[in-house]
């Protein structure tokens, strides 16, 4: 079934852009609808699996929330600048 559904895409060539009522009406957005469909319902009717984490904390330090063993990256707690304008010495590298 996967195989003959990448066939079927792999043989739909665009030739207009999405969101033209050209491509609207097209057999490309009916694969693509239809498949997108089939995965959402595969998705959806497997089993869900719980992951359970420790404590997050959402302070500046981090671009995303993150766990609190990260802070013993930091130089010193109180650096609050995001991680890519932190400065580094040369020589942790």
């Known amino acids: ?5 990448d ?3 792999a043989n739909l060539v665009t ?18 609808e ?3 469909k089939a995965t959402t319902e595969k998705y959806l009717n497997q ?3 719980e992951v359970i984490v420790g404590p997050m904390c959402t302070c500046r330090s981090f ?12 130089s010193s707690e109180h650096d609050w600048s995001l991680e890519k304008n932190r400065w580094k010495p040369v020589w942790s590298y």
Do not use: C, F, I, W
Request: net charge positive.
């Open 47 to 49: 089993p869900r699996v």
């Open 63 to 74: 671009e995303l929330p993150h766990e609190l063993k990260r802070h013993k990256e930091l």
């Open 7 to 9: 066939a079927r895409l």
């Open 1 to 5: 079934m996967k195989n003959e559904d």
């Open 15 to 32: 030739s207009y852009g999405v969101g033209t009522r050209s491509y609207n009406r097209s057999a490309e957005k009916r694969e693509l």
């Open 34 to 36: 239809r498949q997108r």
